[in-house]
C-alpha cells in the first residue's frame, strides 16, 4: 500500500508539473523557438541530475545492456516523441494535440500487457474508459481550428512512442537506479536534438532573451524536465505501467485549471464533469482489491 500511495503521488506530481508547463512554455515560446527550448531544457536538466550523481558519488554505468535501455529511452521518448508532438501541434491545433496525445494510457496498457505481461482485468478496462471519457469531456469535440492529418498522424506516433518509453522504463529500472536512468537518457536526448536545435537557427530569427524568459527556461529545465522526468518514471517503477498510466490524464487537467487562475482562460462545467470522471477513473484503478 505504501508503495502504490508514493507511486501515485510522483506520477500525479510529474503529470501536475506537465499541465502546469503550458503557462510557462506558452510565454518562452514566444521568444524562444520550440527545438532550441527543448534543447535548452534537457541541457539544463542533464547537469542538474548529472551534480547530483556527482554528490552521490554514483559511477556511470559500464555495462552495454545498460546503455542499450539508456539510449532507447532517450531516442524514443526524449527525442523522438517530443519532437512529434512539437511537429504535429504546430500542423494540426494544440486541442487537437491534447485530444490525441490523450490516447497514451491506453497505448500504455497494450504495451504492458505484450511487454510486461500485465493482466488486463475488468477494473482497469473500466477505469481507462472512464478516465478517457473524462478527457473528452474536458478537452471536446469540434473546438479547434482547422486540423491536418498529417499533423493528426504525428501526434498518434507521438503517443504511442511516449506509452512505449513508460513501458522501456519500467523495464530498465530491473536494472538501473531511476537517477541514473533519466539523467543519461536526457543526455542522449540533448545529443539527439542538437541537430534540429541548429537546423531551426538557420531558419528562424534569433533567440530572444530577457531575465523573465531565463527564469522561464530554468524552470522548464529542472522543475519540468529533470524533477518531472525523474518523478514519472520513478513512479512507473513502482506501480503497474497500466494503472500507472492513468496518472497520465491529471496533465490536460491540470493544464485547463492553470489555463484559467494564470492565462483567463475560460472553464465550463465540462471541465469539472471531466475531471470528475478522470478522478474516478483513477481511484477506480489504484484501489484494485488484492
Not at 7 to 27: E, H, N, P, Q
Not at 56 to 63: F, L, N, T, W, Y
Not at 66 to 74: A, F, P, Q, R, V
Not at 160 to 172: G, H, Q, R
Amino acid at each position: 500500500m505504501r508503495k502504490t500511495l508514493f507511486g501515485s503521488l510522483y506520477l500525479s506530481l510529474a503529470a501536475s508539473i506537465w499541465g502546469g508547463m503550458y503557462v510557462v512554455s506558452k510565454y518562452v515560446l514566444d521568444y524562444v523557438p520550440p527545438f532550441t527550448l527543448v534543447w535548452l531544457r534537457y541541457a539544463i536538466a542533464f547537469f542538474v541530475l548529472w551534480a547530483i550523481l556527482q554528490v552521490q558519488r554514483v559511477p556511470v554505468p559500464k555495462e552495454k545492456e545498460d546503455w542499450k535501455h539508456i539510449i532507447s529511452i532517450g531516442i524514443v521518448g526524449y527525442v523522438v516523441s517530443i519532437s512529434l508532438q512539437f511537429v504535429g501541434t504546430k500542423w494540426s491545433d494544440a486541442h487537437t494535440a491534447s485530444l490525441i496525445t490523450s490516447a497514451t494510457p491506453a497505448f500504455i496498457v497494450i504495451f504492458a500487457r505484450w511487454m510486461l505481461n500485465e493482466a488486463l482485468t475488468l477494473r482497469k478496462l473500466s477505469a481507462l474508459l472512464l478516465a478517457t471519457a473524462g478527457v473528452v469531456v474536458v478537452v471536446g469535440f469540434g473546438k479547434g481550428e482547422t486540423t491536418s492529418f498529417f499533423g493528426n498522424v504525428l501526434l498518434v506516433g507521438a503517443a504511442v512512442t511516449w506509452a512505449l518509453l513508460s513501458v522501456l522504463v519500467k523495464i530498465a529500472s530491473d536494472r538501473l537506479s531511476v537517477l541514473v536512468m533519466t539523467t543519461y537518457a536526457i543526455f542522449v536526448a540533448w545529443i539527439g536534438t542538437t541537430p534540429m536545435m541548429v537546423w531551426e537557427w538557420w531558419q528562424v530569427t534569433p533567440v530572444t532573451f530577457s531575465f523573465p524568459v531565463v527564469l522561464g527556461v530554468i524552470y522548464l529545465g529542472v522543475v519540468s524536465t529533470a524533477g518531472a522526468f525523474f518523478l514519472w518514471n520513478k513512479g512507473m517503477e513502482m506501480m503497474d505501467a497500466s494503472i500507472g498510466s492513468l496518472f497520465f490524464f491529471f496533465q490536460p487537467l491540470v493544464g485547463s485549471l492553470f489555463g484559467w487562475l494564470f492565462l483567463h482562460e475560460q472553464l465550463h462545467v465540462s471541465f469539472w464533469i471531466g475531471g470528475t470522471l478522470i478522478i474516478v477513473g483513477v481511484i477506480v484503478a489504484v484501489f484494485e482489491k488484492k
